[in-house]
């Protein structure tokens, strides 16, 4: 399956932002769904996690309460809304797909078979 994620730009703090990921190629709903992302000079970091039935989510504990992942299988897409966005929330956002019936833990990028481009969020001060 092949990822395409968007909804990136340059924003202030404080602000909101919509990511949205489409995959093609496949159902969506055979997938669990991660974001990941990418800040200058550091490593690839677990954002948000969710099954796939949209039941069970998982959240980098740092975004709990301002991130909220999502998904429409009937629309075969998969949302992060981001709100109270801090600077350094800036990065690359990576979204990825897993087989739903792969085991192991949501939050280890090698866990995740597919990996769309990215998207790129600014948040200035």
């Known amino acids: 399956v092949q990822l395409q994620a968007c909804g990136g730009g340059l924003v202030q703090a404080g602000s909101s932002v919509s990511l949205s990921c489409a995959p093609s190629g496949d159902t969506f709903s055979s997938y669990i769904v991660g974001w990941f992302r990418r800040a200058p000079g550091k490593e690839r970091e677990f954002v948000a996690a969710i099954g796939g039935t949209g039941d069970t989510t998982e959240y980098l504990e740092s975004v709990k309460g301002r991130f909220t992942i999502s998904r429409d299988n009937a629309k075969n897409m998969v949302y992060l809304q981001m709100n109270s966005l801090k600077p350094e929330d800036t990065a690359v956002y990576l979204c990825?797909?897993?087989?739903?019936?792969?085991?192991?833990?949501?939050?280890?990028?090698?866990?995740?078979?597919?990996w769309g481009p990215g998207t790129l969020v600014t948040v200035s001060s």
């Open positions: 990825s797909a897993r087989s739903k019936w792969r085991l192991g833990p949501w939050s280890i990028p090698n866990e995740f078979n597919y």
